[in-house]
């Protein structure tokens, strides 16, 4: 079946740039859609097919794909950005939706 | 606005059977695909599957299938999560979510666009 890979986690200062990765097979060749979940939330889709933005969604976030990696950039990360991140395809050989295991992002 | 409302906290006894609900509102409910996601405690998301408001055609992960049913009732814009006999294995987090764009036989690879709450299903004797 099709592994998706994500770091566990990742810190870093208020103003900082967080990328968060996500690692399959030529992923290059999917559609990407990553969400935010906040403690106690539902999860929020924040980018979707590999680099769109829904509204609402401010452009902090942006999304990119190559080869074999994924990426979730946050540009001046805030304290309300702190939350897990959720890479997820479509599988079309076993048919079924993937999600990488998540990444914790905290903001010191 | 689209809105997915979930049913409330079920606290449930192993054995027992258990139908939590997903209620749209805000767009055509038959139009888009629902799917189902569970969260166990302090873990990851894990899809369980996806069903059509319109004729309850579902597509199960193969990790859940035979373990759960899902149907829908398009005339109240509702799908449902079903368990014929619970373990405390099921306890968790089930979200539905609105899949975007169209799903065939072996491709729906939109996105999930709008989620419910979440329903907290717990199993304990």
């Known amino acids: 079946s099709y592994v998706l890979t994500q770091p566990p986690s990742l810190s870093l200062a208020a103003g900082q740039t967080a990328k968060i990765t996500c690692g399959g097979d030529?992923?290059?060749?999917?559609?990407v859609h990553w969400y935010q979940q906040r403690p106690g939330q539902a999860p929020l889709l924040v980018v979707y097919?590999?680099?769109d933005r829904p509204s609402g969604i401010p452009e902090r976030f942006s999304g990119s794909t190559s080869g074999n990696t994924a990426t979730l950039t946050i540009n001046r990360v805030e304290d309300a950005d702190e939350a897990d991140y959720y890479c997820?395809?479509?599988?079309?050989?076993?048919?079924?939706?993937?999600f990488g295991g998540g990444t914790k992002l905290t903001v010191l | 606005d689209v809105q997915l409302v979930q049913s409330g906290v079920e606290v449930k006894k192993p054995g027992e059977s258990l139908k939590i609900a997903c209620q749209g509102s805000?767009?055509?409910?038959?139009?888009?695909?629902i799917g189902w996601v569970r969260q166990m405690p302090g873990k990851g998301l894990e899809w369980m599957g996806i069903?059509?408001?319109?004729?309850?055609?579902?597509r199960y992960s193969l990790s859940f299938q035979g373990q759960v049913t899902f149907s829908a009732d398009k005339s109240i814009n509702t799908a449902y999560l079903e368990w014929e006999s619970l373990q405390a294995s099921d306890s968790g987090m089930y979200f539905c979510?609105?899949?975007?764009?169209?799903?065939?036989?072996?491709?729906?690879?939109?996105?999930?666009?709008?989620w419910g709450q979440g329903t907290q299903v717990i199993v304990s004797s």
């Open positions: 069903v059509y408001p319109d004729d309850s055609d579902s």
């Open positions: 997820q395809v479509w599988d079309r050989e076993t048919v079924h939706r993937v």
């Open positions: 097919d590999d680099s």
């Open positions: 030529n992923i290059g060749s999917r559609s």
């Open positions: 979510a609105r899949v975007r764009g169209y799903c065939g036989v072996t491709s729906c690879p939109g996105e999930f666009d709008h």
């Open positions: 805000g767009y055509n409910f038959n139009d888009n695909w």
